[in-house]
């Protein structure tokens, strides 16, 4: 990120920590989701694979990165 992205040392740290904060947030949401699916009534497979379906789906946004110049726009995605 210092080189490709000019960013400064602080800034690539801060930029290097967000996905492991967002896998934190994910991971308690997609908890969340299978306990709502489970208490509305779905079946326990339905609640367990659709919080990992719809992780993997959002993680393969990051192939978007490459077409993006901005590094706003790199960090956001």
Do not use: H
Not at 66 to 75: E, G, K, T
């Amino acid at each position: 990120l210092v080189q490709a992205r000019g960013m400064s040392i602080l800034e690539a740290g801060f930029v290097a920590s967000l996905p492991a904060i967002c896998g934190f947030l994910g991971g308690l949401l997609g908890g969340f989701v299978s306990d709502f699916l489970l208490k509305k009534g779905c079946s326990i497979t339905v609640a367990r694979k659709t919080p990992i379906i719809l992780g993997m789906l959002m993680s393969c946004s990051m192939i978007i990165c490459n077409y993006a110049d901005s590094s706003w726009l790199v960090v956001s995605i």
